[in-house]
């Protein structure tokens, strides 16, 4: 099947002159103006492999054809020999910038023609395989990555499921954790700039923040399914979590990795607080990551609105006027802020998407 060449001329001899020229190499098609072209290309569309243009022609010009075909984006795919009978620096120059591929000028030299018509379609023939290729590659990678994402989703749920089935907690604690921390982190990132976060940060680290107790599978059941008020030793052991927790991801450490920056330093500081009176390490202010501190305020109220083996849960209401007031240690004014303008997008998450124990 030959391939489609269209050729646009007002004069008829030059029109023949071509069409003898490829006729026995390629299917000619003819139109004598720049109207009668637009519609010929808009009639067979991108069955056209080649378009010979006459740069000065009645009613349409080929320059206002080509302008036409760079509007719609078909220059990128079928390639414009312009014909001109004058050399022009600047036509040629404004020819080039409207897409076309090649310029030839009258009188018409055959075996020219012939090859340059040929190695054009070859050309764009080409091009447009690895055009082809490039995107089937890219769509690819997409589905890979969100099959990725999809199985690290899967694995950090589990690990978090691990931990909270230990100490008889809600298996979606961790579905949580990472719903409330990505929603203070984005609005920190609006509403605090200063910050430097990125939507990709936060997504980052609001996954990581599922990570947040994974050392509480080291503490000793007695402690974490404890009914009531621990001792003062047993909460000092419980306190390791956060440490222990770290060593844990220590050991699945895979080089530099922004991940596990962030679920370390959740892991680490989520029960930190902004006047230093947290721990492990009684970091004070911004010295705290903002990554923890978002994790430790997520926490903290997904702790209160849920029932626990040592207490019932409290309201929505009530836990987050505790938080504001300070009765669960000290946040940042900016926390509290982002907190508070997010309180009834968290709570309508909870409402529509969850279902808690003991509401």
Request: negative net charge.
């Amino acid at each position: 099947m030959k391939e489609k060449v269209l050729i646009v001329d007002d004069v008829e001899v030059n029109r023949e002159i071509l069409k003898d020229i490829l006729e026995d190499r390629f299917e000619t098609i003819e139109a004598a103006d720049g109207a009668e072209a637009i519609e010929k290309i808009k009639e067979y569309s991108r069955g056209l492999s080649l378009v010979f243009l006459d740069r000065i022609m009645p009613v349409k010009s080929g320059t206002e054809v080509l302008k036409y075909m760079n509007l719609q984006g078909l220059t990128d795919k079928i390639p414009v020999i312009m014909i001109t009978g004058d050399e022009s620096a600047e036509d040629d120059v404004r020819t080039y910038d409207l897409g076309a591929a090649d310029i030839i000028y009258k009188p018409f030299e055959p075996d020219v023609i012939r090859k340059r018509a040929e190695n054009l379609i070859e050309l764009f023939y080409k091009r447009e395989k690895i055009e082809e290729e490039l995107a089937n590659r890219t769509r690819a990678l997409a589905e890979s990555r969100r099959q990725a994402v999809k199985t690290t989703e899967f694995l950090l749920n589990a690990l978090g499921t691990i931990v909270e089935f230990r100490s008889a907690e809600s298996s979606e604690h961790p579905q949580r954790i990472i719903a409330f921390t990505k929603i203070l982190l984005d609005h920190i990132r609006v509403d605090y700039p200063e910050y430097n976060l990125t939507r990709g940060q936060v997504e980052t680290a609001a996954q990581a923040a599922a990570l947040h107790d994974i050392g509480k599978i080291a503490i000793a059941d007695s402690i974490l399914k404890k009914p009531g008020k621990l001792t003062e030793e047993e909460f000092e052991e419980m306190k390791k979590h956060t440490e222990i927790g770290c060593e844990i991801l220590e050991k699945f450490k895979m080089g530099e990795n922004e991940f596990y920056q962030y679920a370390y330093d959740i892991c680490r500081w989520h029960h930190e607080k902004y006047d230093g009176g947290g721990y492990p390490d009684g970091l004070k202010g911004d010295d705290i990551p903002i990554w923890a501190q978002a994790a430790g305020v997520a926490d903290c109220f997904d702790a209160l609105v849920s029932k626990r083996v040592y207490k019932e849960a409290y309201s929505q209401e009530d836990a987050f006027n505790m938080i504001m007031d300070g009765e669960c240690g000290v946040f940042s004014e900016k926390m509290l802020d982002c907190f508070s303008r997010s309180y009834r997008e968290i709570t309508d998450l909870i409402n529509n998407k969850y279902k808690y124990e003991g509401e």
